[in-house]
């Protein structure tokens, strides 16, 4: 997705009030996962004990997950797109809804990821593809270049998950099951609320077996 960047909207949409200091929700993340990749990424064992590892489960690894990438390409494109979208998000809720958002809705996929996925698997990527569905729902009208064609956004959302479930099969390295589960959750809060909700996510948790499958790295 591409926007007119040198229109006033995305100037508005991005930058804001340069004059006006706020918290930002969105910076904060970024700032977190950009550390964690430099200080930790060459050890070795690290996807396996805080990633979520089906063979190797612990629960913080529904959260720690989010904040490991398996590169500076993975990690540079998932930062640029929560930069994106999750500041005009951020911008309209406020940086505490954002982030029990992001965080909520990360480990949603998290579940669903070992509940139905045989691989370790590690990155943001859930919780972002929650983001890009939260702004399609908020802005389902706006027009932005989905590769280079101009496209209402809930037709790129809608184009994306047909593109996920496609290739929800495909070994490929790529957590289709964890995109698909971002943004699954993501419209059940949306539509439903953190209080519908989250009895649903106690219930899931407790429904957790122990799985013996062998394990490979998924992004």
Known sequence: MRYQYQSQGFKNDFYGNKNKFSLNAVNIIIGINIIIF?????????????GVAPTNFYPWQLITYMFLHGGIFHLAWNMFLLWMF???????????KFII???????????????????????????????????GYTFPNRTVLFWFIPMQVKYCILILIGMELSQIAANDGISHIGHLGGMLIGFLYLKYGENFFIP???RTSNAINKKSIKSKYKY
């Open 38 to 50: 430099f200080l930790f990424s060459n050890f070795s064992s690290i996807n396996y004990y805080f």
């Open 86 to 96: 999750g500041n005009q998000i951020e911008s309209i809720w406020g940086y505490q």
């Open 101 to 135: 958002y992001y965080l909520f809705t990360g480990i949603g996929s998290g579940l669903l990821i070992y509940l139905f996925s045989d691989s370790t698997t590690i990155g943001a990527s859930g919780a972002i593809m929650a983001v890009l569905f939260a702004y």
């Open 200 to 202: 649903i996510l106690f």
